[in-house]
C-alpha cells in the first residue's frame, strides 16, 4: 500500500508533464456572416508566436477549416474574403479549440473606424472564369438610365447590353444564358429573355460565368448570371436614392425623369429574423426631337418591390423568403422618328418571382440545402387603333398591326446536399443535386395586314388600286390561342479535388431530360486552376465542358403562332405571281439536342503596386443548333422547317485589370478581342418579315474590339470622380428592300464606332445627424452621336440615315444613407 501511495502521485506528475508536452493541437475555425450563414472559402491566417511563421487554410462550404497541428502560445487570427471586412482576434492559448468569427459585408457606410475591406487576392479555390460587380460597384458606376441594374452588366468584359436591355455572354444569344435571384432560376420560361427588374440598391453581387462553370448549372451554354441581393442585420437601416425629379431643355423645358428608390431593413427578433425590403419607381418622359411637339413624347412607369425575410430556426437551420413584383407600362413602345404615336402599341409587362429556401447544416461540414420557386411573366401589348398600317421606306402609318397577350411561368423545386470533406490522395468536397421545373406557356395574336408602300406613293389599298401603290401587301390568317407545357427534370455530381495546396481539380457530370425534346443529355464538366508559386501571385486555370440549352419554347410554339400570306408587287406596282404562304413545322423527335462545347484557358498574375492582371481565352464551337429555314428555294411556298443546321462560333480574348486604392476606390479596364458568328444567322418567324433563305454571318450583338473602364477615384476635401467608359466596334445591320427582302448578305454594314465617356463627381457628408450623398455629373460628355436606328432600306433616300441617340445629359442623385 505504501507503494501504491507512492505510484499515484508519480503518475499524475508524469501525466501533467505529457500534456504540457502536447504542443500541436487541433484548431477549428467557423466563420460566419452578420447573419449566421455560413461564408465558404474566406482565407483564414494564423499567426504563430515566430513572426516569419503563419499557417493558412481555406473554409469549406460550411464555414470550417482547420489547423489540425497548431503549436502552443499566443496566436493571430484573421480572417479575409473580397466583398467583407477582414476580422483579426487573438487567440487564448488555453482557451476552447474551436472559434467563430463573425465577417461583416461591406456597406457604403463604415459602423467603426478601425474596419479594413479584405484585400482582392488571387483566389486559388476559384476555377469558374467569372467576373463581378459588388453592390458598392453597381451603385458607384456612372451609366445611364442607372435605375435598371442590367445596364450595369454592360461595364462587364465579354457582355454585351443591346438597345432592348438584354444580354449576351461570350456572344451567346440570350436565351441561351441562365440567371438566378438568390439561388433561383427568373429567366423568362418561353423565349429566355432577361425581364426580372430588382431596385439597384438591393444587390450584394452579381457574377458573371461565361466558362468553367460548375456542373450545378445548366440550360444556358451561354454563361451564368448570378444575382445575390441583401438582407437585414441587428441594426435598421434606411437608405433612399433620387427622390428629386429631373427635367430636360428638348424643345423647350420638360419634366425628365423621376426615379425614387426606397430601402428598409433591420431586424424583426434580434439575432434571429431580419427583414429587407427595396422599393423603387420609375417615370420617365422620353421625347423624339424629330417629330413634331405634342406627338413626340412616350412615358414610360414602373413600379417594382422586392421582399426578404431571413429566420435562423436554429443555428443550424436558416429559412429565407422573398417576393418580387413589378408593373411596368409603355405608352408608344418603340418611339422614334419612322415610328410616330399613332403607329406604336401600348405595352404592359407585369411580373413576379416568389421564393424560400432551406438549408440545414449538420456536423462535420455537411450542407442541406432546398428551395422552391415560382416566376411569371405576362405581356399586354395593345394597339391604339384600329387604321391599316402601312410601312413607307420613311416612317409608318396608321395603327400598329399587332396585338398580342401572353403568359408565361416557371415553377421550380430544387435540392442541393454538400458532403462533408473526405480525404483520400488529397481533399474532396463533393456535392450533389436536383432540379425540377414545370413550365408554361399561353399566347393570343392578333395581327391585322401591312401595307409596304413603294417610295413616293401614296396611302392606299395594295390589291385594289391599280398599279399597286405597294411593294409588298402582307396579310395573316386567325390564329387560334395556344398553350405549351414542358417539365424539366435535372441532376448533377462535383468533385472539387484539392489534390495539393496549389492544384486544384473540378470534375462534374450534369444530367438534363425535358418533356419536349424528350433526349437524355450528360454534359462532362473539367476545370483546374494551379498555383504556380508559393506567394500565389500567379494562377493558371483550364478547363472544358459540353453544355446545352433549356429547350427554347418560343421556337417549339412558332408553328402555332399563325401564317402569313404575301402579295409581292414590281417597281410600276404590277403583280409578281401569286400570294406566298408562309408557315412554320417543328418535328423535335427527329432532331437533336443543340450542343455546345466551351473550352477556355487564363493566367492571372499580380504585378507590383496591386496591379491585378488577367488574360483569358473562351472558344465556343455549336452544333446542332435549333434554327428555322426555307424548305422549297422556289418561294413559291415558304414553308419554314426547324432544323439542327445552326453551327455558333465564338473566340473571345481578354485582358483586364484592377487595382484597388482603399476606403472603396478603384480602378478597373479590359480590351476584348472577339468574334460571334453562325452558318445560320437568319430568325424567321411570322413577324419578322424579311425573305431570303438562310445564310451565314456575324450575329447582331458582334463586336470584335471592346474596351472598358471604370472606377472611383479620390479628388480634394473629400470629393470623388465616378467614371465609366466604352469603346467598342459598330454593330453589324442587314440591308433590304422596300419588299423587304434581303440585299448582299446579313450584317453588310455596321453601325459606326461607339464611344460613350460618363463623368460623375461626388460629395459624402454628415448633416442633420445623417449620412448623404450628393452626385453630379454628365453621361456622354463629349456628346458623340451613339446612333440606335438606322433605315436600312436601300430603295429609301434616307438610306443610311441614322436616327436617336443618348446626347450629352448632365444627371444628378442624391441618396440619403441613414445613420451608421
Not at 453544355?547 to 404575301?566: K, Q
Not at 413559291?636 to 465564338?650: E, G, V
Request: glycine fraction near 8%; charge should be neutral.
Amino acid at each position: 500500500m505504501r507503494a501504491c501511495s507512492l505510484l499515484v502521485p508519480a503518475l499524475a506528475f508524469l501525466m501533467a508533464l505529457a500534456h504540457g508536452a502536447q504542443t500541436p493541437s487541433r484548431l477549428s475555425v467557423i466563420v460566419l456572416d452578420e447573419n449566421g450563414v455560413a461564408v465558404p472559402f474566406a482565407r483564414v491566417t494564423l499567426q504563430l508566436p515566430q513572426p516569419s511563421l503563419a499557417l493558412r487554410c481555406e473554409t469549406g462550404i460550411s464555414g470550417v477549416c482547420e489547423f489540425p497541428h497548431v503549436p502552443e502560445g499566443p496566436r493571430q487570427l484573421r480572417v479575409d474574403k473580397e466583398g467583407y471586412y477582414s476580422a483579426t482576434s487573438s487567440i487564448d492559448p488555453t482557451g476552447s479549440h474551436e472559434v467563430e468569427v463573425t465577417l461583416n459585408h461591406l456597406k457604403e457606410i463604415k459602423e467603426t473606424v478601425d474596419v479594413h475591406e479584405s484585400p482582392p487576392v488571387i483566389e486559388g479555390s476559384q476555377t469558374e472564369s467569372q467576373e463581378r460587380l459588388t453592390g458598392i460597384d453597381v451603385i458607384n458606376i456612372p451609366y445611364p438610365s442607372s435605375h435598371d441594374y442590367r445596364n450595369v452588366l454592360n461595364y462587364i468584359p465579354m457582355t454585351i447590353v443591346d438597345p432592348y436591355a438584354q444580354v449576351h455572354v461570350a456572344g451567346s444569344q440570350t436565351y441561351q444564358t441562365v440567371t438566378e435571384l438568390d439561388g433561383l432560376n427568373v429567366t423568362q420560361p418561353s423565349n429566355g429573355q432577361l425581364l426580372l427588374h430588382v431596385s439597384t440598391d438591393a444587390f450584394r453581387l452579381i457574377r458573371v460565368e461565361p466558362s468553367r462553370y460548375s456542373a450545378e448549372f445548366g440550360k444556358g451554354s451561354g454563361g451564368v448570371i448570378l444575382l445575390e441581393t441583401g438582407i437585414g442585420d441587428d441594426h435598421y437601416r434606411f437608405i433612399a436614392t433620387d427622390f428629386i425629379p429631373s427635367w430636360q431643355n428638348k424643345k423647350g423645358w420638360k419634366f425628365d425623369q423621376f426615379n425614387p428608390r426606397l430601402t428598409l431593413s433591420g431586424p424583426i427578433l434580434k439575432g434571429k429574423i431580419w427583414f429587407f425590403d427595396a422599393l423603387d419607381g420609375s417615370y420617365q418622359n422620353e421625347i423624339v426631337t424629330e417629330l413634331p411637339d405634342g406627338q413626340n413624347q412616350d412615358v414610360v412607369s414602373r413600379l417594382g418591390n422586392l421582399a426578404k425575410i431571413q429566420a435562423n430556426l436554429t443555428s443550424r437551420n436558416i429559412l429565407t423568403t422573398s417576393f418580387n413584383l413589378n408593373q411596368y407600362h409603355d405608352q408608344h413602345a418603340g418611339l422614334s422618328a419612322q415610328n410616330p404615336q399613332a403607329s406604336t402599341p401600348a405595352v404592359g409587362q407585369p411580373a413576379y418571382q416568389g421564393g424560400i429556401k432551406d438549408q440545414h447544416y449538420f456536423a462535420r461540414g455537411t450542407l442541406f440545402e432546398v428551395g422552391f420557386g415560382f416566376n411569371r411573366y405576362d405581356l399586354n401589348q395593345i394597339s391604339r387603333g384600329v387604321d391599316p398600317f402601312f410601312i413607307s421606306p420613311e416612317t409608318a402609318v396608321g395603327s400598329y398591326y399587332l396585338t398580342a397577350h401572353t403568359r408565361a411561368d416557371r415553377w421550380q423545386a430544387k435540392s442541393n446536399l454538400y458532403l462533408r470533406p473526405r480525404e483520400w490522395h488529397g481533399r474532396h468536397d463533393l456535392k450533389v443535386g436536383i432540379d425540377l421545373d414545370r413550365l408554361r406557356y399561353d399566347a393570343d395574336y392578333l395581327r391585322n395586314p401591312i401595307s409596304y408602300l413603294r417610295e413616293g406613293q401614296p396611302v392606299g389599298d395594295c390589291l385594289a388600286v391599280t398599279p399597286s401603290p405597294c411593294s409588298r401587301y402582307s396579310v395573316f390568317p386567325g390564329a387560334p390561342a395556344l398553350t405549351q407545357h414542358n417539365a424539366e427534370l435535372s441532376g448533377y455530381v462535383q468533385d472539387r479535388w484539392l489534390l495539393t495546396p496549389r492544384l486544384l481539380l473540378e470534375a462534374g457530370l450534369r444530367y438534363d431530360w425535358d418533356q419536349l425534346d424528350r433526349h437524355s443529355r450528360l454534359s462532362p464538366r473539367l476545370a483546374a486552376t494551379w498555383v504556380l508559386d508559393d506567394s500565389g501571385n500567379t494562377k493558371l486555370s483550364a478547363g472544358f465542358g459540353v453544355f446545352y440549352d433549356a429547350t427554347a419554347i418560343f421556337l417549339i410554339a412558332r408553328p402555332r403562332a399563325g401564317t402569313r400570306i404575301d402579295y409581292f408587287f414590281d417597281q410600276d406596282g404590277s403583280p409578281l405571281g401569286g400570294p406566298v404562304l408562309s408557315s412554320f413545322t417543328a418535328d423535335l423527335q427527329s432532331l437533336q439536342s443543340p450542343r455546345i462545347l466551351n473550352e477556355s484557358v487564363a493566367l492571372e498574375h499580380k504585378l507590383p503596386a496591386e496591379i491585378y492582371l488577367k488574360m483569358e481565352y473562351i472558344r465556343k464551337r455549336g452544333i446542332h443548333g435549333f434554327v428555322y429555314d426555307l424548305t422549297d428555294p422556289s418561294l413559291t411556298n415558304a414553308t419554314f422547317a426547324l432544323s439542327n443546321a445552326r453551327q455558333d462560333h465564338y473566340d473571345g480574348l481578354q485582358i483586364s485589370g484592377r487595382h484597388a486604392f482603399g476606403n472603396g476606390h478603384m480602378v478597373a479596364a479590359s480590351y476584348v478581342r472577339s468574334r460571334a458568328r453562325t452558318n445560320q444567322v437568319l430568325d424567321f418567324n411570322i413577324d419578322n418579315p424579311q425573305f431570303s433563305r438562310q445564310l451565314p454571318g456575324p450575329y447582331p450583338w458582334d463586336t470584335p474590339n471592346r474596351f472598358l473602364s471604370y472606377g472611383l477615384l479620390p479628388l480634394v476635401k473629400g470629393f470623388d470622380l465616378a467614371y465609366s467608359t466604352e469603346i467598342h466596334t459598330g454593330v453589324p445591320f442587314n440591308v433590304v428592300n422596300d419588299q423587304q427582302r434581303l440585299v448582299g448578305l446579313p450584317a453588310s454594314r455596321r453601325f459606326p464606332t461607339w464611344f460613350t465617356l460618363n463623368t460623375h463627381v461626388e460629395k459624402r457628408f454628415h448633416a442633420l445627424g445623417y449620412y448623404w450623398a450628393i452626385r453630379g455629373g454628365f453621361n456622354n460628355v463629349t456628346g458623340r452621336k451613339n446612333w440606335i436606328y438606322v433605315n436600312n432600306d436601300i430603295n429609301s433616300p434616307d438610306f443610311l440615315t441614322y436616327s436617336v441617340y443618348n446626347g450629352r445629359a448632365f444627371t444628378g442623385r442624391i441618396r440619403f444613407l441613414g445613420r451608421k
